[in-house]
């Protein structure tokens, strides 16, 4: 019976293929083979022998059947190995194209203002951008004829022979949205407008259409103090520096009264500008507390309620967080600007996850 | 508004220093754009004086000078004539930096001799175009700062002049006068007293005045004047003419400068006639329309109608307020002058001014407010200064019409300041402010200065307290929050929708571009719009005419720009307004993208290739589907013209209700707008894609199956024209509840397939998916669900099933 054994066992070491190894598990444990063969004598056998050499012969089954299993996966094995030793490929070539796109940067500024706003309560209102003369103006405190008229640069828009109205303009400034948004849900109200605003002006530093977002509170006793918290606040999370300094200088706007220019803390450093930070001032907005016209106009008791508004230019936000130096290329589309200057569309901001990355 | 510091200490006594002033000018609300310190170029040039001066050994007009300065004897070669023993110069020391010549000395040596420094020319100091000697100077220690002396002895050559920003609210900050109160007011100094003049009535004025009835209201409230004979008109003094052209006006004839240092100094225009050119009397009336005259600037201005004017017998010689004519304009020979003082009605003046394009100090302010309560005393301030200047003889005033009273009070709340500013402002300290720009207390009223016009209500009260006591002061006090808790979203779905597509249409590889709203009328017009309804009357250029009728014309132009940079595979979108009419209503919002050339450069992959109408589809569903719209829609086609026409399909809920279009543009559009194509692309009306009925979080039960799904592939020849939607349609319809989707796997066209299965067909290959629910489909069933979609395909398409 160990003939038989190192027999096979031998055999199935050297077996070379899959073939010739079921050559030998059919010369051996098949239903002819050696094993079953010598299976069949028990029955010859007396009950002692049979004692002794059944459990042999099945041990000597099992011993060979594990051998062909074994050297079964090592062939397949061996066989794989030689396959994928031929399967070489040049993985330094270039992946497959993924387009990249990317999001405007005053898209992605105006996403981060709203996440700022919103958590100070503040909804987004909109507004239309052709406007009546009313909104845009008299609603505002600019009366026609008014010199504040003229400091708009105001783009009018065609009015066809007879139709007697003021003619409409594009929006000068998104203020008209405040008197839009009280008139439909009255005070209290927190609101930002940001989009589109338009004025005639094309130079080094202004383009015909720019962004604004405009800014209104309005409660009991929301005071200018209130206004200077939340623009500090509003700066220090847009900006992503802690206690940085606003100063508000007095100044006039025909809707708000006591008005302000308000600047940021900033200083230049070899040519570049750096944000909260040194002695320098720059202007970034107006404000000022909503003037009691204004608030009659759209329809809200100026003796019961007061607060703030102002108005800063998203683009020029963008402009300085980010670096960006022509605003004109805001609105050109160059490819290289659009991908230099975008956003990823998986940054949209939050605060919980930070505003940029 | 430009003045210099010392004609602003003229009213106010002040020991402030520059420094301060500009602050403060600033933070009142008086925006200093611009200063120009002369003294600054001068500062570290001292004087010194020349103790020897002898000739050049080696040069005739050359002097080897020896000087006694604030660091001892210097050697000094100098050229100039007038170098000799005994006069005061100003030095300038090696390192120093000599503006006239923009040159920092060193220790030169002029033909062999060493020079330590120079003696300057006024014109090497920026003085004057003087240069024909070296200064002298007729007093002044050794050592003495050179700026201080001039200070002392010729302030005006080191007067700094400031250029201040002012809002139209401040006519009264147009004259130096109402700046030097503001100033006092903050505490800076205290104030002067105004200089009043009263000149009696020498004779009668052979000039009288009118106001016609119809210049009255709205025209003309008052205006007075008086006759001056026997003047001598000349140049004005020189401390006249150096104080005019430090704030940048050219000096004319006294009578002239006058006028305009009234302008300037009290915000008063003034206009003076020649009344030996004045025929008769002057009136004061609205013009016809269609007269003529010649301004002073000697341009000729054509009236129209209703715009005030004052003629004498012969016609029009001035627009009143803004430009006086040249015919009765004053020159040098003038001996007899008519002075001129008038208060014009502000928005009349503005709707003339503009509509002549004047833009004349008169004008700017007149149009903004002048003191009405200064008029008449105005007329004698001026006739004083005549008199002063070019002499002669006053006549009486004429007066036409009458000052208006402007006299008003508002009540001034102290507690109101607190709440609206948030800053601690005592109220005695606000009524001494409000006291000191001129307002008068009387218990808790505030009568209003006559020059301050922009006070019209007690809010405006709280403003001059304020800024007053100064906005910087201003400390921060937290907002407190709207709501306890939480805050809740605030952005409306049309805004989430915006913020997913954009995202989406960038996560599918566009570049988000933010073109103008508006565009040319040729672009317009090729999608739809370009009428007069969506015109600018004023555009800043051609290219920027017409508000755009879609956000494809902008993108396309976008394209055209990039393809002349050499980039030609592009993905641009953009999320924008659209405008469809001239009203503030016809504005909507679009979410257009297009795709431009090949789907990426060449590559090993080999899968470059053409961008076609199936990329701008997936991606128009893509976006749809970010924004909420349902995946179900039709595709009919008929969109408009500016797709290409066999080429787009609207997805539509219905006829009308289009979410959005797909598609090639049309090969015209591109070649006119000049994009080579060709281009594919979308356009998303965000609107028109339903909102949610009822918004709740949860999700209907997921249904899994557990029985064996089975798949059919069914081929079916069908005419040419037939869409595969319809065939899918009819194929899913036979069993809604069985089916669970029908896929094209094939569409087999063109010539080689005709051959096959005859003219004007085609094959189009689905899969059926059989999802069982409730029992295992037996062959027997699957047989008569097949043969049921065939029978529906047939009837619905005409097709058969490919043998």
Same mark, same amino acid.
């Given at each position: ?35 079953? %063969? ?41 066989? %794989? ?7 070489? %490929?040049?993985? !330094? ?8 796109? !990317?999001?405007?940067?005053? +898209? ?5 203002? +709203? ?130 300094? !606003? ?39 107006? +404000? ?15 003796? !019961? ?11 020029? %936000? ?40 | ?36 310190? @002369? ?76 020079? =330590? ?13 003087? =240069?024909?000697? $070296? ?56 104030? #002067? ?13 052979? $000039? ?37 052209? /430090? $704030? ?36 004061? =009336? ?162 209003? @200065? ?36 939480? @805050? ?37 017009? &090729? ?66 993208? $297009? ?9 090993? =992959? ?24 349902? /995946? #179900? ?23 009308? #209700? ?32 339903? &909102? ?77 998916? &059989? ?33």
């Amino acid at each position: 019976m160990d003939d038989l054994r190192d027999k096979y066992i031998a055999a199935i070491a050297a077996a070379s293929d899959e073939a010739a190894l079921e050559e030998i598990r059919i010369a051996a444990v098949g239903k002819k083979g050696e094993v079953a %063969l010598k299976m069949r004598e028990l029955g010859k056998m007396t009950p002692e022998e049979r004692q002794s050499v059944g459990p042999k012969l099945n041990a000597l089954k099992d011993e060979i059947n594990t051998a062909l299993t074994a050297k079964k996966s090592a062939l397949s094995d061996a066989a %794989l190995d030689a396959r994928l030793a031929t399967e070489w %490929l040049d993985v !330094t070539l270039p992946s497959r194209g993924r387009p990249q796109g !990317t999001v405007h940067p005053v +898209s992605q500024v105006t996403e981060e203002i +709203s996440a700022i706003f919103a958590n100070l309560g503040f909804a987004v209102a909109e507004g239309p951008q052709i406007e009546n003369d009313f909104y845009n103006f008299d609603a505002l405190n600019i009366p026609p004829h008014h010199p504040a008229r003229q400091e708009f640069d105001t783009f009018y828009m065609h009015r066809a022979e007879g139709d007697d109205r003021p003619p409409h303009v594009l929006r000068t400034h998104t203020s008209p949205v405040q008197i839009r948004a009280m008139e439909k849900s009255g005070a209290p109200i927190r609101v930002i407008a940001p989009g589109r605003v338009y004025r005639s002006d094309y130079d080094q530093t202004h383009t015909p259409m720019f962004h604004q977002v405009e800014g209104l509170a309005i409660g009991k006793d929301i005071s200018m103090a209130n206004l200077k918290w939340v623009l500090e606040e509003f700066f220090a999370a847009f900006f992503e520096i802690d206690g940085i300094k !606003t100063r508000f200088r007095a100044s006039h706007f025909p809707f708000t009264e006591p008005s302000a220019e308000v600047d940021i803390q900033c200083s230049w450093v070899d040519g570049q500008l750096r944000i909260g930070e040194g002695d320098g001032w720059m202007e970034v907005l107006g +404000s000022g507390m909503v003037h009691p016209k204004v608030l009659q106009a759209a329809g809200v008791d100026p003796d !019961t309620w007061q607060g703030f508004a102002f108005g800063m230019g998203i683009d020029r %936000l963008a402009m300085l967080k980010y670096g960006i130096p022509d605003l004109r290329a805001f609105f050109d589309s160059d490819l290289r600007w659009l991908r230099h200057y975008g956003f990823s569309c998986l940054n949209q901001p939050t605060l919980h996850g930070g505003l940029s990355r | 508004m430009k003045f210099t510091l010392s004609w602003l200490k003229e009213h106010l006594d002040t020991t402030a220093t520059l420094d301060e002033i500009l602050y403060a000018l600033t933070d009142l609300g008086l925006e200093v754009e611009e200063v120009s310190d @002369p003294a600054a170029k001068l500062s570290g040039f001292t004087l010194a004086k020349v103790t020897h001066a002898e000739k050049h050994p080696d040069a005739d007009k050359l002097r080897v000078c020896t000087v006694q300065t604030d660091e001892g004897e210097k050697q000094i070669v100098c050229g100039a004539p007038n170098a000799r023993e005994g006069i005061t110069v100003v030095l300038c020391k090696p390192g120093d930096y000599v503006p006239g010549i923009d040159v920092t000395l060193s220790v030169g040596n002029i033909r062999g001799v060493e020079s =330590h420094g120079m003696m300057a020319s006024e014109r090497e100091l920026e003085l004057s175009e003087e =240069h024909d000697g $070296i200064i002298e100077l007729p007093s002044g220690e050794v050592g003495q700062e050179f700026t201080d002396w001039l200070t002392e002895h010729d302030p005006a050559k080191v007067d700094p002049v400031i250029d201040i920003a002012i809002t139209p609210n401040r006519p009264d900050a147009l004259g130096v006068r109402g700046i030097a109160l503001d100033l006092s007011a903050r505490g800076l100094g205290t104030m #002067k007293p105004a200089k009043t003049a009263k000149v009696a009535g020498a004779f009668a004025s052979s $000039i009288g005045v009118r106001i016609d009835t119809d210049a009255r209201d709205g025209g003309c409230a008052v205006f007075a004047g008086r006759l001056i004979r026997g003047v001598k008109n000349g140049p004005s003094p020189e401390w006249l003419q150096t104080r005019l052209r /430090a $704030i940048g006006l050219r000096p004319i004839s006294a009578l002239v400068d006058i006028t305009n240092f009234f302008t300037y100094d009290r915000n008063r225009p003034l206009h003076v006639f020649d009344a030996d050119k004045v025929k008769g009397d002057l009136r004061i =009336h609205r013009a016809k329309g269609g007269e003529v005259m010649t301004a002073l600037d000697d341009k000729d201005y054509t009236l129209a109608e209703g715009m005030v004017v004052i003629s004498d017998d012969t016609g029009v010689e001035s627009i009143a307020g803004i430009m006086g004519g040249a015919a009765t304009g004053c020159t040098e020979e003038t001996v007899n002058v008519f002075l001129e003082a008038a208060l014009w009605d502000t928005i009349q003046i503005a709707k003339t001014g503009r509509a002549l394009k004047i833009n004349s100090d008169a004008r700017y302010r007149n149009e903004r407010g002048i003191d009405p309560a200064y008029n008449m005393q105005a007329i004698e301030d001026a006739a004083q200064m005549i008199l002063d200047l070019c002499g002669g003889e006053a006549s009486e005033v004429v007066v036409a019409g009458e000052v208006p009273d402007v006299a008003r009070a508002y009540k001034l709340d102290t507690d109101r300041v607190q709440s609206l500013v948030g800053m601690d402002i005592p109220a005695d300290e606000q009524r001494r402010t409000l006291t000191a720009l001129g307002f008068v207390i009387e218990g808790d009223m505030a009568h209003v @200065p006559s020059w301050r016009g922009d006070v019209q209500g007690s809010a405006d009260l709280v403003e001059e307290v304020a800024r007053v006591a100064s906005l910087t002061k201003l400390e921060g006090r937290p907002l407190a929050r709207g709501t306890d808790g939480i @805050p809740a979203p605030i952005l409306s779905r049309a805004q989430v929708r915006e913020s997913a597509a954009r995202r989406m249409a960038a996560s599918l590889g566009y570049n988000e571009c933010v073109t103008y709203s508006f565009i040319d009328q040729a672009s317009a017009a &090729l999608f739809g719009g370009g009428t007069d309804a969506t015109m600018l009357e004023n555009p800043i250029s051609s290219e920027m005419s017409h508000m755009r009728p879609s956000v494809l014309a902008g993108l396309l132009q976008a394209a055209a720009r990039n393809q002349s940079r050499g980039f030609h595979d592009l993905a641009l979108f953009e999320v924008g307004p659209a405008f469809s009419g001239g009203e503030p209503d016809d504005q909507q919002v679009q979410i257009s993208g $297009i795709l431009v050339g090949r789907t990426g450069p060449r590559d090993v =992959h080999g899968e470059m290739r053409s961008v076609d109408l199936y990329d701008a589809k997936a991606d128009a569903e893509a976006v749809l589907s970010a924004i909420g719209a349902p /995946a #179900k829609v039709q595709i009919l086609r008929g969109a408009d013209a500016w797709w290409h026409p066999g080429r787009h399909g609207k997805l539509c809920l219905g006829p009308k #209700k289009v979410l959005g279009v797909f598609g090639e543009l049309h090969p015209k559009v591109l070649a006119e707008m000049g994009v080579k194509g060709p281009v594919v692309g979308f356009t998303i009306y965000p609107a028109e894609v339903p &909102l949610p009925k009822k918004k709740s979080a949860t999700r209907p039960a997921l249904a899994i199956r557990d029985l064996q799904a089975v798949e059919r592939d069914f081929a079916f020849v069908v005419d040419t024209d037939v869409e595969a939607l319809t065939l899918v349609n009819a194929a899913a319809g036979v069993d809604k509840v069985l089916i669970e989707n029908v896929h094209v796997f094939d569409e087999f066209t063109g010539e080689t397939a005709e051959a096959q299965m005859g003219a004007g067909k085609k094959s189009i290959a689905v899969t059926v998916r &059989l999802q069982p629910v409730d029992k295992t489909l037996k062959e027997a069933d699957i047989e008569a669900v097949s043969a049921k979609i065939v029978e529906k395909v047939a009837k619905a398409t005409g097709g058969t099933l490919r043998g």
